[in-house]
């Protein structure tokens, strides 16, 4: 009798994270994985590749060259070659990344851009990208050092909308360490960023510095840590948005060239719930963020009114009129 090796245990955590992502698709369905190439993507891929093929899936691995250091389009050629070989349909887009907020968030936005043109082409019905625990944990500290509250700490959702298709993250509850070993188990050869050791980056010096002396000051467990609270914080700002959005058909009210708020409504509320109105309110109608200040200031023509005149914010102008705050635009 031939033994048969069991399955690497990597591989069928990965594969057991993308099979719970993917089983709510419907049979036939095309899904794009974006590969860079790195461990984590090309980790995803194979599992999808696998996955998708008893689900009867297409998938679709687009890889983005930013163009922005030497090599970059034989790295992107070699990742659509590992695509091609585990049995996806390849695709390279290669994109020009501007300088709106810095580097890493220009090069994000240029990234996301090509996925959703790669999936709109393709007929995808969702976009798959590795992000793991390891990355959520990043996110989450580098949130909690911007000091911009429950919102940002939530990190990034397993499953969100991008322009009207499904991003999903089936890797946020797995660790990097182990993308890598589902990498090495499987034979596949994954291409090593230099960025992703850059310190200039702060995502990185979070990754190399400040993760690892967390780990060696406070224990392991850190990351996980890290991603439950993520997590815990996601279901409480749901919770919110269900009762913002059952509480503000009655308090909203259009008003001419704005929108207006009760003031004895978002008297009644506490203040985590008045401030997130406030801020639902500026968000949706103007599309602008309030920082932390803005709202306080704003909640003030509500608690604590004597009088002050309107309030500039991005995008609007706020002041109280009688029982009323009004939000008006400006140019």
């Known amino acids: 009798m031939t033994h ?29 994985v974006g590969l860079s190439g790195g461990a984590d993507s090309l ?25 922005l250091q030497p090599g970059s389009a034989d790295a992107a050629a070699t990742a659509a070659r590992a695509a ?5 349909e390849a695709r390279i887009v290669t994109v020009d990344v501007g300088t709106d907020g810095g580097p890493e968030a220009a090069a994000r ?3 996301y851009a090509a996925l959703i043109g790669v999936a709109r082409d393709a007929g995808a019905a969702a976009i798959l ?12 500290l580098l949130g909690l050092a911007r000091g911009a509250g429950g919102a940002s700490l939530q990190g990034m959702a ?11 993250r089936p890797l946020l509850g797995v660790r990097r360490v182990t993308t890598r070993a589902s990498c090495a188990a499987e034979d596949l050869r994954p291409w ?15 990754r190399e510095r400040v993760l690892p002396a967390l780990e060696a000051e406070l224990g392991p467990g850190i990351a996980e840590a890290l991603a439950r609270t993520a997590e815990q914080l996601r279901e409480d700002g749901e919770a ?17 060239a704005g929108i207006s708020v009760s003031v004895p409504a978002l008297a009644a509320n506490p203040p985590a719930l008045r401030h997130r109105i406030i801020r639902h309110v500026v968000a949706s109608e103007f599309h602008q963020s309030l920082t932390r200040a803005q709202t306080l200031e704003v909640a003030r023509l509500v608690t604590d009114w004597a009088g002050q005149g309107p309030i500039d914010l991005p995008g609007c102008r706020a002041h109280r009129s009688g029982s009323l705050i009004v939000f008006t635009g400006t140019l």
């Not at 899936?57 to 687009?62: E, I, N, P």
């Not at 091609?84 to 996806?88: I, Q, V």
């Not at 397993?158 to 999903?168: E, K, M, R, T, V």
């Not at 919110?240 to 308090?251: L, P, W, Y």
């Open 158 to 168: 397993p499953a969100s909308d991008l322009d009207g298709i499904a991003l999903l």
């Open 109 to 111: 936005e240029a990234r």
């Open 84 to 88: 091609t070989a585990l049995g996806a």
């Open 240 to 256: 919110f948005a269900e009762m913002i959005d059952e509480t503000i058909e009655d308090i909203v009210e259009h008003a001419e």
């Open 129 to 140: 990208v590795g992000h793991t625990l390891d990355d959520q944990a990043e996110t989450v």
């Open 4 to 32: 048969r090796p069991g399955l690497d245990p990597s591989v069928a955590e990965v594969r057991r994270a993308v099979r719970r992502a993917l089983e709510p698709l419907g049979h036939g369905s095309t899904v794009v």
């Open 43 to 67: 980790a995803l891929a194979a599992a999808t590749v696998f996955e998708g093929r008893k689900l009867g899936l297409r998938v679709v691995a687009a890889t983005v060259d930013h163009g």
């Open 192 to 206: 090593d960023d230099p960025q992703n050791v850059d310190p200039r980056f702060a995502r990185v010096r979070v």
